[in-house]
């Protein structure tokens, strides 16, 4: 049980373009799911956190404008990279949280290059 | 505010060795403590989550760690360290009780297997 998918595992862009990155809960309902960024060799940083049916909360730093984030039903949740530039490129990484736990159960990653 | 510190960036243990990897946490209340581990390019794994039902959680693989208050550690242990041990470890707590709650990881410690 509790398992997260996220698609594609893999994406390159380039420079410009927006790409789109879906992050699904497959057997619970996540009322809550939150996308992390992960550069290399170094530990998750928070981006936003997202409750189904209500606007993002973005941590400091974190421009909501580039970093879309859409969470419309239970098992979706989507981060969209808009207008990426090389320093976009970076491990994305959702969790999802269902309904009365502070347990994320996190996804496999998408390693977006921005060339 | 919480925080966690893992003491050891690096640690590299012989195969069917013990295995042990530190971790030290600052929180204002009882705290939700895990442990993740990341294979190479792979997202988070959940080893072991503790609530305050028992200091002694046992996780996957063999892994379990102790909740010791008084030291405000939570260390990693595992009797026999095996080649497919070899990732990234998180200590993550959360930061405050119940779906509220965000999660604040550490930096991580590599864990090397050899033969």
């Known amino acids: 049980g509790a398992v997260v998918s996220q698609h594609p595992s893999w994406v390159i862009c380039k420079s410009g373009t927006s790409v789109k990155i879906e992050c699904r809960s497959l057997d619970f309902q996540a009322t809550t799911m939150f996308w992390y960024r992960q550069f290399p060799k170094q530990s998750l940083m928070l981006m936003a956190t997202?409750?189904?049916?209500?606007?993002?909360?973005?941590e400091q730093g974190v421009e909501k404008d580039k970093f879309l984030i859409n969470h419309a039903s239970l098992t979706l949740s989507t981060l969209t990279v808009t207008s990426a530039h090389p320093e976009d490129s970076s491990f994305y990484i959702c969790s999802a949280r269902g309904g009365g736990t502070d347990t994320q159960y996190f996804g496999p990653g998408t390693r977006l290059t921005v060339l | 505010a919480q925080s966690v510190t893992q003491l050891d960036s690096h640690v590299s243990v012989s195969e069917g060795t013990p295995v042990l990897l530190r971790c030290n946490y600052s929180?204002?209340?009882?705290?939700?403590l895990f442990w993740y581990v990341q294979h190479p390019n792979k997202g988070l794994q959940l080893l072991l989550k503790?609530?305050?039902?028992?200091?002694l959680v046992k996780g996957i693989n063999g892994f379990e760690a102790e909740f010791k208050k008084s030291e405000t550690s939570f260390h990693l242990t595992k009797p026999s360290a095996h080649m497919s041990d070899a990732a990234e470890y998180f200590c993550v707590v959360s930061d405050s009780p119940g779906t509220a709650s965000k999660l604040t990881f550490g930096t991580g410690t590599r864990l090397q297997v050899t033969l």
């Open positions: 997202s409750n189904e049916g209500s606007k993002a909360t973005y």
């Open positions: 503790y609530t305050s039902a028992a200091t």
């Open positions: 929180s204002s209340y009882s705290p939700s």
